[in-house]
């Protein structure tokens, strides 16, 4: 069956830190990957998404995100963290118009 | 970019009333439109799919009854809560485009029941 984990709930980083963002997948083919951004009371906003090619995928806001497919995941990650990336992070997976999401994870920015 | 409006963005109405939510693609043509529907602090679940001039697909365990899918036009699709109830209250989110990989979401809608 098709499903998508994200682990961590909630994460809590410094402004300024690193940020890893994590996303396992469990999918009968290769599926297409993505990963949005929700603000409080907001849609979704499409930070990066994987189709084929280049495992490391650039995305917006200084985002990005690499496929491996030996682990099944696809981590969001970017390198510094400002106090307006503080949101809700939901990894997809889908393929043929079947999408899937994850849980989702809650960042928070500390001055 | 591609932009998909909801409206209302919010709405409140007595238990028993029916609602309707308009999903619309405001510069694109949305031959799939998709109906999500998101829980306080959880994640997105998948509640319909439906194609312009055909009958909405509904996933396992919506009632298509109670939640009535029209898709009329390449630029809108409505969703109707009949008969609400306190339980339907909810985050309700629409994303329009040609297949999975071009979906453009709304800003949603906010629906409570009282």
């Known amino acids: 069956a098709q499903s998508v984990t994200q682990p961590d709930i909630h994460i809590t980083v410094s402004e300024g830190a690193s940020l890893e963002l994590r996303c396992n997948y469990s999918?009968?083919?290769?599926?297409?990957l993505f990963w949005y951004v929700q603000s409080p009371g907001q849609g979704l906003q499409l930070l990066l998404k994987y189709f084929s090619g280049d495992t490391l995928v650039q995305g917006i806001k200084g985002f990005e995100a690499e496929f491996k497919r030996s682990q099944s995941s696809f981590n969001l990650r970017k390198p510094s963290v400002h106090w307006s990336d503080a949101a809700e992070y939901f990894c997809a997976v889908g393929r043929n118009n079947d999408m899937r999401f994850g849980a989702g994870t809650r960042l928070t920015v500390k001055p | 970019g591609a932009v998909v409006s909801q409206h209302p963005s919010w709405v409140i109405c007595k238990s028993g009333t029916s609602v309707k939510i308009e999903c619309r693609s405001l510069?694109?043509?949305?031959?799939?439109m998709f109906w999500y529907r998101q829980f306080p602090k959880q994640s997105l679940m998948l509640m319909a799919t439906?194609?312009?001039?055909?009958?909405?697909?509904?996933e396992q365990g919506v009632e298509k009854d109670k939640f009535l899918i029209n898709h009329a036009s390449l630029t809108l699709s409505t969703l109707t809560v009949t008969s609400a109830h306190p339980e339907d209250s909810s985050f309700y989110i629409c994303?329009?485009?040609?297949?999975?990989?071009?979906?453009?979401f709304g800003p949603g809608t906010r629906l409570t029941v009282l």
């Open positions: 510069d694109f043509q949305a031959t799939t």
């Open positions: 439906s194609n312009e001039g055909s009958k909405a697909t509904y």
């Open positions: 999918y009968g083919a290769t599926p297409y």
């Open positions: 994303s329009g485009g040609g297949n999975i990989d071009t979906q453009y």
